[in-house]
């Protein structure tokens, strides 16, 4: 058994996922893919992108890849515990792998595709060749990884016109059932001209074990059409979690990201979008609450490569115990993106003196007719507000959650998904309890 780590210039103990029906393409760039791996290996704190977060941690586990047997133990029940039921169409992936049987795929219009990517390979693969035909390591190691292994995962596909009115949901359940594994889903979502939809991506696991997710999900946005994105990670404290969400956008597409990051013992959740038509728009939100040790890592960059463009993007953070936040933002605008009008900004709240939040925004900027901004504050709890919240009965632990929740409030209130915003609200308010807290030592 081996761990992640690079060996001889390959990854010893791991192969490419080949099945025997593969077109040549796939099977080319799954050996493609890992082979870079291989000869580059996994990034350091050399790494700009990286420089926060070590992976000393993820890659000295000796994991193994998940299969589509593991994962018994999930049942109806322990997904429903796990993601709230939103009411339309659900998929389910058991350590990477659709399970049908957990799954619901009835109340789709006319001209939306939703089914699995293992699917989609089984039956007409091509289809899926332009989001694995890139250079290996193009955005870092661990999509080259994914590239290499992933063998399912969410496909939807918008037909023109397509609108979908209830939320379609993903649930990405982990197992690993006492061996370390790592799984892979990989989603394609794709957007045809003037459709519309809302996507819930919902993380968990069994408490406890010890398990790596590594996600991509792609979308393509074409002229006009909207999505609305929502992303949930609440893996255990002991699970590592590593995510891409790749967004490329066309000619007045409007794409919303709501990312609500609570577990993982290193969680990374990292957004590329690249606003490639004429007044696209793009806007950014998440919270990040870790605490004990827990670090999460957020890394965004936006691609302002057309005219008359748009994206916001606000982050706020809560941190508690020996917690470690990063926020680390690029905006980029192109020669010739013209009317770009831009903005990032990130929040923190200290809890704890050995918290540590490292907060990075920036602009790169090549031409003149542009609105950007950016800002980033760390401070600590109010102790005025809360003495004036303890003068009149409130003892102090309700005190101190009214103060956190006040802070939040704002990325929450954008959750425009009522069952889900109040599972949130019950999750961030009990978030910083004291007696919900781990012991620290």
Request: glycine content about 10%.
């Amino acid at each position: 058994m081996t761990t992640l780590s690079a060996v001889g210039g390959v990854l010893s103990g791991f192969e490419p996922r080949l099945g025997s029906r593969d077109p040549d393409w796939l099977a080319e760039a799954r050996v493609a893919a890992l082979q870079w791996v291989g000869e580059h290996g996994f990034p350091t704190r050399k790494n700009e992108d990286w420089k926060y977060t070590g992976l000393a941690p993820i890659l000295a586990v000796p994991f193994e890849a998940a299969t589509v047997a593991s994962g018994s133990r999930v049942t109806a029940d322990v997904i429903d515990a796990a993601a709230v039921d939103l009411g339309g169409p659900r998929l389910v992936f058991v350590n990477g792998h659709f399970v049908a049987a957990l799954s619901r795929l009835t109340g789709l219009p006319a001209g939306a595709v939703v089914t699995s990517v293992g699917a989609v390979l089984a039956a007409g693969p091509d289809r899926l060749e332009p989001f694995f035909a890139h250079t290996p390591g193009e955005h870092h190691a661990f999509a080259a990884f994914n590239d290499a292994l992933a063998e399912d995962g969410a496909f939807i596909h918008l037909t023109s016109g397509a609108i979908v009115d209830e939320p379609i949901q993903l649930v990405f359940f982990s197992d690993a059932g006492g061996v370390p594994l790592i799984s892979s889903p990989r989603s394609v979502i794709i957007a045809d001209s003037g459709s519309r939809a809302t996507i819930v991506e919902t993380y968990a696991g069994i408490d406890a074990d010890v398990y790596c997710t590594n996600a991509v999900t792609e979308l393509v946005l074409a002229d006009d059409s909207q999505i609305e994105h929502y992303k949930v990670q609440n893996e255990p404290v002991t699970a590592f979690h590593v995510a891409l969400l790749s967004v490329r956008q066309a000619r007045g597409s409007r794409f919303s990201s709501h990312s609500i990051m609570l577990g993982g013992a290193i969680a990374r959740h990292e957004i590329r979008v690249l606003l490639d038509g004429v007044g696209a728009e793009v806007s950014l939100d998440g919270v990040y609450l870790p605490q004990g040790d827990q670090l999460h890592d957020n890394t965004i960059f936006v691609d302002h490569a057309a005219t008359d463009c748009t994206s916001h993007q606000l982050y706020k953070g809560v941190l508690d115990g020996r917690a470690h936040g990063v926020f680390n933002g690029q905006i980029m605008v192109r020669h010739g993106a013209d009317g770009t009008d831009a903005n990032q900004n990130n929040k923190n709240l200290i809890l704890s003196d050995r918290a540590e939040v490292d907060t990075r925004p920036r602009l790169e900027i090549y031409t003149d007719d542009v609105k950007c901004t950016h800002g980033a504050a760390v401070g600590q709890m109010d102790e005025e507000a809360l003495l004036y919240l303890r003068a009149r009965g409130i003892p102090l632990e309700e005190a101190r959650g009214l103060l956190i929740y006040a802070f939040v409030h704002q990325m929450v209130d954008r959750i425009t998904l009522i069952p889900l915003r109040k599972q949130l609200e019950s999750m961030v308010a009990g978030r910083f309890r004291k007696d919900d807290r781990p012991v620290e030592s």
